[in-house]
Every structure is written in structure tokens, then in C-alpha cells.
């Protein structure tokens, strides 16, 4: 990379390739190298698929070269791999303006997201509302929308956009420029233009033509109390933007105008960096054209960035959603990739998307009906259409007073008036979106189920897809156009859920993983593992869990971390040659808002914290309004960022406050009297800060007197109370005949907290006598297999669960 960047360069070049033909330019395909506990990880996983992104280049030849320089460095004997970067489309109708004035149409007539309706997300809705977090590839969103904004003023507004978790890397393999904001990711932001096509005096311009990244972020997670009448698929979900795009002048309109250009390089580094960041899903409306061929990453492909993102991805257990394109043909790339949830498109009415030949005008006749699996033999396809999402005139946010393709009614002011930040558009765009949010929901009911696969083989736990595939509306009938056909949101929920006595459970516990971070003296906890796994590998000071001391935990019963395995009979596999350590958690909290008994205390939610500290961060969980604008406000009520106070770019401000990221389950809000109201199990849940090491931290009672002789002593945030509700331990006291060493009780492997929760007798291994452990018919990490309080000669007779006795009260 020096040789090639270096003018002039020395007369031997480092690679025999670059004598046949040398770079313009080269590059790392992720800039931010690692560096600390972070580098020192990758050195000793040199076989990763992270390593691998990490040890990329991205060079630039001159056009008329590259198919001679490519052969060269895929002759080299030192370059590992060399390959053109798929060229990717956006999916939702191409950013193109014919001039044509669509039909007119009445205003939020009927049904106005009519995917939400059909696919059951409201009545899941019933079930929970989901709160992962869902990293978006686009091309960036409007970071003010009333529909997506967390802050409005001084006020918490609800909104899904985690502005600290988002980034724009859109300048990836490009020429850099001046003062460029990567953590500013609004589509309308404006970037250098020099071509004199667009501009006689070069200078920051601005789009002509934007808002599909903010229409894609509406279907994903717009915030429902907004007073714009839209709701997204997962009501909570954080919105993690990665900007893949940059500006430039196209020449494809008269006159010449300025556009997004969707950076294929840029789409990997995001995916890899997502993953780097903790997301739980990755939801992607672009693609690649199959033609000529599938993209295959199990053989040729396998080496190629694309490929070894997807790979990262897979072996951090991030779910993946992927628009399958707009052209009646096969699945575009990467929703093509069978690790892959590739998301086709129904219009109103059920039908699948196909309005040949009725198409739009031109000039892009071809972008008028979902891509689907074709068959190479008449039997044997070589993609998986999976699920369907509403594809055509979707209603979703837009950015106000701009329009994406005219032609194609895809902007403000189509299907509602303009100005008001709402609009329609068209393409598969909008299905994986959706998709996307209902794996978030999904996921949210438990964190912990795998992604799975939606026909799993012998001896591979049942996941994610699994589920969404068992529920949806041709579960039973693949086709290759239809795939299973579309999500019942609903009825996955139920299932991930699981039913006991009949009855479909009202919730679930999940662990709380504590997190230690030695040199900044820090405390962070989370329910996803995969953000626990960001804190434990991509830092330059990793986070630990503690196993002895302040804050020491036991291992979570029948769980690991998800990690790349090795492939034994594959022997270019990419694989993590470390494997995580064992997961541990001391405190369990509930997964969904809905109290498991109506006479049990409300739920709260517990809001995650960050602020940067010189060297680290604090990260703390809030659990009320006044709270997160206690927190993210600080004592001056103003919040910092880069410099600047919120929405007001030219001022200054000192500092920065902390940050909000996403839900991390809930407890029991705090009751009275406290020796009857605490639901049985459940102990006081403790918020404390040490203000010498400027930490917040959250404990159980039977760990209070530790943290305090630890120095946890002091409230936080400033004037909040230090107990904030109940949670429950990781306490087992059933048994199976197995003795456990540390407390003396025969376990099952559930927590009595999780027991009590879902209704199974936490006294009991087996709840209804049937021969079955409850942990194998109910596991705490993966769907339930059966019924634990139905099945047996007991029954429900000793279980807890709501309803005891479906066929009446009988002895």
C-alpha cells in the first residue's frame, strides 16, 4: 500500500503483479484499524473472516486495465485473493426521473401500511413490541424525522435512530475530503462536487434526489407516537445506520444532476463494522444482479469480502435480511446467500409483486415484479426465496419535500400531502425492512435462540427462521416464488414465547451478562450476546465478565456464546480459532414489557447508557423519562455532541453527555408494601455509581454489600433513586440429581426467576411427571419443544402457570 500510494514510487514494485499492471490508488477496506485487545485477538484468529476484512485492500486500476491486473493478482503467489467488487442496487425503484406526474390518490386512503396488517405485526404487537438492535445499510436517513428522532428539544421523544451507533463509511476506497462528519449520517448532507456538469464553481452541494434510507429506517422502527399515524414492524428496535454512499454527478439525467452513489466497498465495511458494534440483525435493500451465475461463497466466492462479511456476520449469530430485487429474475446477491433471510415482495391483496405487463414507464420497464428462485434443471434451485414483505406503494417516513423517483411514486407527497415526512415507494426496499423488524421482535422475546435455519438438519437447534418459517402462510409448501410465503408475526411471537398449561406464556427472563472493563474501571451490562461479544473482543481495552471479586458471576445454565466453528471437513473455511469465554450473568430480567401475572408489578424498561470518558466509557441503565433526560442532558440540560448542542450545528458546548442506545429487557417497577408486592423470587434491583471512577452500576441485594465496600455508593443518574425495581437472581433450586458444588441444590438448569415466570414448578425438574425435563421441553436458550406443565400424570397440578386446568378444575 505504501509503494502504490508514494509518488514517485521506487522501480521495484512489491508484488510481480503490479508489473503487469499497478494501482492508481490503494486502500484499507476498514480504515480504522484495530488496534489493543482488539488486534492482539485477530493475531491469534489469523483464519477469521474478521481477520480476513481486516487484512483487505481495495486498489484502483484504471478501467482498461483491470481484467489484466486481476489475473496478474489472482496469479500471485502472495495475494491471497483478488476480486471486482459486486456492483449493488438499491432496491427500491431505480433513482431515476422521467418527468412523469403520477395518478393522484386520496390522501392515507385505506389501509396505510397494509404489510403491518398482513403480516400480524399489530397482534404481535399484543405479545411485544421488540427492542433489538438492527444495524441498517443505506444510504443514510433524515436524523431529525419526528418519526425516527430520539430528542425532540429538551423532551425524550421515543424515536428508534441511535445516533451513537451509526456511522457513515460511505467514503470507503474513496478520495477523502475535508471536514467530512462520520458520525453525521443524514442523507441530505452535503458532500465536494467538482464535475462541471453539476456546478461551474466546485464546492459542497447537495442531493437532488434522496430519502430511500429514511423511507427503509420508517418500516424498520418508526417511532408509532409521533402523531404521523405510522408505526414500524419492531416498535423499539434500534436503528443502527451505516451509510454506504457518497455524492457525485450523474450523467444519466439532462441535465446532469447530483445523487447518491452506493459504495459496494463501503456495503462490506458496514457490515463487518456493525458486527464489530454489537448489532443483532443486519437489514439490507440492495443487491447485485446473479447474472451469469450465482454468487456462490461456499466455492469460488468464498475468499471475497462480500463473502467473508456475510461469514463474520453468520459466526456472531447476527440475523441477516436481504431484498431479493426488483426484476422478475433470480435472487440478487446477497439475498441469493442461503445464510441469508432473502425478503421477496407481495403487494395489496396477498398477491405476489408482479405487475408485468402492466410495468412503469420508461425508462426502467424492468423494475416491476419481485425476483424469485429459478430453476437450473427444472427441480433443483440454486437460491431460497424465504418470506415476503409488502413491496408496492408502501407507506412509510420520508424525507419532507424531496423525492426519491418520481416516476415510480416513490417520495414525499405519494399517498399523502407534501411536506409531511410521510410518503409511498416501490420495491423488495421495502420488504426487508420489515422483515428485519420482525426478526428484531423475535429476537427481543429471546436473545438468546440462534438464527437458525428455516428447515434445520439433524441434530441443528431450531432458530429464528426456523420459527418465522413453521408460522408463515405456506409453512408447509415451499415455492420459489412465494418461498413460505408471508410472516405471521403473531403466531412467531407466540412460539418464541412458548406455551405451559395450555396457555401461551406472557414472558420470559434472560440473563443480564456483567461486563468489567479493568483500565477504565467500568461496568457495562446487556441482554444481547452480541453486544456482549463487541465489548469482549473489538475493544482496544476489551470488557471481561467477572468469575471472582466485586461483581463475580456463575456461568448461565446450558448456553455459550455463538462463535465461527471450525469446519474440520472444510479446510478454507474461515473459523475463530479462540472461542468466547463461558457466559455468565448473576442477575436475570424480563424480555417483554407484559407482566407475566396481573398481580405482580408493572414492567419498566431498562434504557442503556453510554458517555465517553478519556480512555473508556460509563455505561449505565435508566428506567424512566426523567432519567434518560437526566442522564443524556446532564446537569446543564444541554446534551454535547461533537462540539455542538443537539439540532443546532453552529453552537458550542463543552463536554458530552450520555448517549442512548437500546432496551435491554425489563424488571419489576418498584411496589409497596414491599414484604407482599415483590412477585415471588424476585429481589431488589440496585443503580449505583462510584463517583471515583466516574461508574454506574446495577446489582442484586445479595450483592449490595460488595459493590458498597467497592465504593458503589452514590446515585446515578444525579437525583434518581438507587433501587429502581426487582430482578431475579441466578438461583436453581430443583432438582435432577445433579449437585450442584456452590449452593448445594440439585439444578435443572432453569433459574427458579425464569420458572416463576413462564408458570413451570421451580421445585420440580420435571413439572408434570412426564419424563421430560422441563429445561429440555422449555430451555432457556432455544424454543420450546413441548408443553412442561401438560404432558405428565401431574399435569399443571403443581405448576404456576395462569391457567391450571384446561378441562376444568378436577383432582
Request: glycine share 10%; with cysteine.
Amino acid at each position: 500500500m505504501t509503494w502504490i500510494n508514494s509518488s514517485p514510487r521506487s522501480s521495484t514494485p512489491p508484488l510481480e503483479a503490479f508489473k503487469i499492471k499497478a494501482p492508481l490508488a490503494s486502500a484499507w477496506l476498514i480504515p480504522d484499524r484495530a488496534t489493543g485487545d482488539f488486534l492482539d485477538w485477530l493475531n491469534r484468529n489469523p483464519n477469521s473472516a474478521r481477520k480476513k476484512l481486516e487484512d483487505c485492500q481495495v486498489a484502483t486500476f484504471a478501467l482498461a486495465d483491470l481484467p489484466a491486473a486481476l489475473a496478474a493478482l489472482q496469479a500471485d503467489p502472495y495475494v491471497a485473493s483478488a476480486s471486482v467488487s459486486p456492483e449493488y442496487q438499491l432496491h427500491s425503484v431505480e433513482l431515476i426521473d422521467a418527468g412523469i406526474v403520477p395518478e393522484s390518490e386520496d390522501p392515507l386512503g385505506g389501509e396505510t401500511q397494509y404489510g403491518i396488517y398482513d403480516m400480524n405485526v399489530d397482534r404481535a404487537w399484543q405479545w411485544a413490541s421488540g427492542y433489538a438492535l438492527i444495524g441498517q445499510i443505506d444510504i443514510g436517513l433524515f436524523e431529525q424525522h419526528v418519526g425516527l428522532r430520539q430528542f425532540n428539544g429538551n423532551s425524550y421523544a421515543g424515536g428508534n435512530f441511535i445516533k451513537t451507533a451509526s456511522r457513515d463509511v460511505g467514503l470507503t476506497a474513496q478520495p477523502p475530503q475535508s471536514s467530512f462528519d462520520s458520525t453525521n449520517v443524514d442523507e441530505k448532507k452535503a458532500m465536494y462536487i467538482s464535475d462541471t456538469a453539476c456546478t461551474a464553481t466546485p464546492g459542497f452541494l447537495l442531493p437532488a434526489n434522496l430519502g430511500h434510507g429514511t423511507h427503509v429506517a420508517g418500516l424498520l422502527a418508526a417511532n408509532g407516537t409521533s402523531g404521523l399515524g405510522l408505526q414500524g414492524t419492531c416498535q423499539q428496535c434500534g436503528i443502527s445506520a451505516w451509510k454506504a454512499a457518497f455524492l457525485e454527478c450523474s450523467h444519466a439525467f439532462t441535465p446532469a444532476r447530483i445523487v447518491p452513489s452506493f459504495n459496494d466497498n463501503a456495503s462490506d465495511r458496514a457490515k463487518a463494522q456493525a458486527v464489530d458494534a454489537g448489532v443483532q440483525a443486519l437489514s439490507m435493500s440492495f443487491g447485485a444482479p446473479s447474472s451469469g451465475g450465482v454468487y456462490d461463497c461456499k466455492t469460488a466466492y468464498r475468499d471475497y469480502p462480500m463473502c467473508q462479511a456475510i461469514a463474520y456476520a453468520t459466526g456472531r449469530d447476527v440475523a441477516q435480511v436481504a431484498s431479493s430485487g426488483n426484476v422478475k429474475a433470480e435472487l440478487d446477491f446477497p439475498a441469493s446467500d442461503k445464510r441469508v433471510i432473502s425478503a421477496g415482495g407481495f403487494v395489496e391483496g396477498r398477491a405476489f409483486w408482479d405487475d408485468a405487463p402492466n410495468c412503469p414507464p420508461s425508462p426502467d420497464s424492468a423494475q416491476c415484479g419481485s425476483n424469485y428462485s429459478k430453476s437450473s434443471n427444472g427441480t433443483y434451485y440454486r437460491t431460497h426465496q424465504e418470506l415476503l414483505g409488502s413491496a408496492k406503494r408502501v407507506l412509510s417516513t420520508t424525507y419532507p419535500n424531496t423525492l426519491h423517483a418520481a416516476y415510480a411514486e416513490c417520495g414525499d407527497g405519494y399517498g399523502t400531502p407534501m411536506g409531511d415526512g410521510v410518503g409511498w415507494c416501490t420495491g423488495t426496499s421495502m420488504s426487508a425492512p420489515q422483515i428485519a423488524g420482525v426478526v428484531g421482535l423475535l429476537r427481543s422475546i429471546n436473545p438468546l435462540v440462534p438464527t437458525g435455519n428455516p428447515e434445520p438438519i439433524a441434530g441443528e437447534k431450531a432458530g429464528l427462521r426456523t420459527v418465522l418459517k413453521q408460522t408463515a402462510s405456506r409453512a408447509g409448501a415451499w415455492d420459489p416464488k412465494l418461498g413460505y410465503g408471508i410472516p405471521d408475526a403473531a403466531a412467531a411471537a407466540r412460539k418464541m414465547l412458548g406455551t405451559v398449561a395450555g396457555a401461551t406464556v406472557r414472558n420470559r427472563a434472560t440473563p443480564l451478562f456483567r461486563l468489567w472493563q479493568a483500565t477504565t474501571k467500568d461496568f457495562a451490562e446487556t441482554s444481547s450476546p452480541q453486544y456482549a461479544l463487541s465489548l469482549m473482543i473489538n475493544q482496544d481495552k476489551k470488557y471481561v465478565q467477572p468469575v471472582s471479586g466485586t461483581g463475580k458471576q456463575p456461568p448461565i445454565p446450558g448456553y455459550a456464546f455463538p462463535y465461527d466453528v471450525d469446519d474440520p471437513a472444510d479446510p478454507n473455511d474461515s473459523f475463530d480459532t479462540t472461542p468466547p469465554a463461558t457466559p455468565r450473568a448473576s442477575i436475570y430480567v424480563l424480555t417483554t414489557e407484559y407482566r407475566p401475572r396481573s398481580e405482580w408489578p408493572a414492567l419498566i424498561p431498562l434504557h442503556l447508557m453510554d458517555k465517553d470518558y478519556p480512555g473508556g466509557k460509563d455505561y449505565l441503565l435508566a428506567t424512566t423519562k426523567a432519567e434518560i433526560e437526566s442522564a443524556y442532558f446532564g446537569p446543564d440540560h444541554v446534551h454535547c455532541n461533537n462540539g455542538h448542542l443537539d439540532n443546532d450545528p453552529t453552537s458550542t458546548c463543552a463536554g458530552d453527555d450520555y448517549d442512548l442506545r437500546t432496551i435491554q429487557g425489563y424488571i419489576y417497577a418498584p411496589c409497596t408494601p414491599e414484604s407482599t408486592c415483590i412477585p415471588p423470587g424476585a429481589v431488589k434491583l440496585w443503580r449505583q455509581y462510584r463517583e471515583a471512577d466516574n461508574d454506574c452500576a446495577v446489582f442484586l441485594d445479595g450483592e449490595k454489600s460488595a459493590f458498597v465496600a467497592a465504593g458503589y455508593i452514590a446515585a446515578c443518574p444525579i437525583s434518581s433513586t438507587t433501587m429502581i425495581g426487582y430482578a431475579y437472581p441466578a438461583t436453581d433450586a430443583d432438582g435432577n440429581g445433579v449437585i450442584d458444588a456452590d449452593t448445594d441444590h440439585d439444578q435443572d438448569g432453569l433459574i427458579d426467576g425464569f420458572e416463576y415466570v413462564v408458570g413451570t414448578n421451580p421445585n420440580a425438574a420435571d413439572s408434570d411427571g412426564d419424563g421430560i425435563p422441563d429445561a429440555t421441553e422449555f430451555p432457556l436458550a432455544g424454543i420450546a419443544t413441548g408443553d412442561p406443565c401438560m404432558d405428565g400424570p401431574l399435569g399443571a397440578r403443581n405448576c404456576g402457570a395462569d391457567i391450571i386446568f384446561q378441562n376444568g378444575f378436577n383432582p
